[in-house]
């Protein structure tokens, strides 16, 4: 493969890249959360290509997209719980992992041969429309190289994957900003297994119980977005920094930590606006600390979104 074609959001970019969906080729797609390398969930040599780009040191399992909720029918048990999730968050940046149909016909490499599937019904229109056009199940991991920071915009995606993939759809900045939150809703009671776009005090309002932080047991297959160290620029990352030293970039939240280099999450300590853009800054604070380089992030509440940001901040500062 040697270029990868930039698509626009129109009828005939989303048809040819349907159309390459259909040929087992990789197309990356914007989400609400961030851009998705997609593949076709059926196509072993599809999921394949998709960890081959990635450079995923395993084959973990992937999220399937869907466009509506008879397509989950098709593929997973929703269980009573999963119904009122969906009813409540579908479409949206929530994954549910369920229990895989008896035959869903995904590639056993998108389930890592798991009894169970974790789907998504994504709210951003270009992704609804890539995925009603192509009408089948696609895996999607986020559109970075794997253990590296992700992708919420065009440029970032061809940063990490230029050449690697076949196409990219562009629909702009990704406006949620972080990766999607997963719940375990196989049971009665849904367990929480990764922080994201979704707060977890959103979740408890419908379920009317505090959330269950899943243990994560050694014999679960980790997430990449679990590994300790993940998201990650090339330079050191220190968190909770009111004081940066001379020499580091320093990522800003709030007026009294204004960061410097105008890199503010937020100037009003808004969280939303801070998830919006920490992958942005992430991206921006590595070019300019470059390798060798020291990036410092101040400290964020640690409520609502504020929950993912200080969850991928730790991972992007954890040692490597
Ligand atoms: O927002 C998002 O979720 C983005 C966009 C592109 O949709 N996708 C994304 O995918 O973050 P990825 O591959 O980076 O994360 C997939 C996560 C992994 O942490 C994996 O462990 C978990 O989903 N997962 C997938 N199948 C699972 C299963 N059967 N049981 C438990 N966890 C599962
Ligand atoms: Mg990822």
């Not at 269950?212 to 968190?239: E, F």
Request: charged content about 20%.
């Amino acid at each position: 493969m040697t270029r990868t074609l930039v698509l626009s959001a129109t009828h005939a970019g989303l048809s040819q890249a349907a159309d390459l969906l259909r040929q087992g080729a990789l197309v990356a797609m914007p989400t609400e959360t961030v851009y998705g390398l997609a593949g076709d969930a059926r196509s072993d040599m599809a999921v394949a290509r998709i960890f081959a780009a990635k450079n995923r040191p395993r084959f973990n399992p992937l999220i399937v997209h869907l466009a509506s909720l008879g397509q989950v029918r098709a593929i997973a048990h929703l269980t009573p719980l999963a119904e009122r999730l969906a009813r409540a968050f579908w479409p949206g940046p929530l994954t549910l992992v369920l229990p895989l149909a008896a035959g869903a016909g995904l590639s056993p490499l998108v389930t890592a041969g798991l009894d169970t599937v974790a789907i998504r019904l994504p709210a951003h229109p270009v992704a609804r429309a890539l995925l009603t056009r192509f009408g089948g199940p696609v895996a999607a991991p986020s559109a970075n190289p794997s253990g590296r920071i992700s992708p919420v915009t065009v440029a970032h995606v061809l940063a990490g994957l230029d050449g690697r993939i076949d196409a990219i759809v562009d629909g702009g900045d990704c406006p949620v900003g972080l990766e999607s939150t997963i719940l375990d809703a196989t049971g009665t009671v849904p367990r929480l297994l990764r922080e994201g776009g979704l707060p977890r005090e959103a979740i408890e309002a419908v379920t009317g119980e505090s959330l269950v932080t899943d243990p994560a047991p050694a014999d679960r297959i980790a997430a990449p977005g679990q590994l300790p160290s993940h998201y990650a620029p090339r330079g050191a990352v220190r968190l909770e920094v009111r004081k940066p030293d001379p020499d580091e970039i320093w990522i800003g939240f709030g007026a009294a930590c204004p960061g410097t280099n105008n890199l503010t999450l937020s100037e009003t300590a808004d969280l939303t606006e801070a998830a919006a853009r920490l992958f942005h800054l992430l991206h921006r604070a590595d070019a300019l600390a470059g390798d060798g380089g020291r990036i410092a992030v101040a400290p964020i509440p640690d409520i609502g979104l504020g929950r993912a940001i200080n969850d991928r901040l730790r991972r992007a500062a954890a040692p490597r």
